[in-house]
Nanobody
């Protein structure tokens, strides 16, 4: 059974940066891509970014393109989300997903809170 461990959330001022990480363990087969979603209070969960294990192609949601960068570390089965120029509207719980480009997505992490103050 896939187990995802997230870290790196926190409180930051607008314009600041944070880096999230998500380590995957226990999966028998490598999925096509891992990635991140987020959910703000009262809103639906939305796609943030994904990276493929083969070729390391990157995909981004419109709200974060140009500010966030996703990378994948094959050896450690870990993905990272570098978030720059953070805005208050980026405030949400960020969830790692083991199969982020599939519909429906794969296994979820426990979530990590990101809060951006204005």
């Amino acid at each position: 059974q896939v187990h995802l461990v997230e870290s790196g959330g926190g409180l930051v001022e607008a314009g600041g940066s944070l880096r999230l990480s998500c380590a995957e363990a226990g999966g028998r087969f490598r999925t096509y891509a891992m990635g991140w979603f987020r959910q703000a209070p009262g809103k639906e969960r939305e796609f943030v970014a994904a990276a493929t294990w083969t070729g390391h192609s990157q995909y981004y949601g419109d709200a974060v393109r140009g500010r966030f960068t996703i990378t994948a570390d094959d050896a450690n089965r870990t993905i990272y989300l570098q978030m720059n120029d953070l805005k208050p509207e980026d405030t949400a719980v960020y969830y790692c997903n083991a199969d982020a480009l599939s519909s429906p997505p794969g296994a979820w992490g426990q979530g990590t809170q990101v809060t951006v103050s204005s």
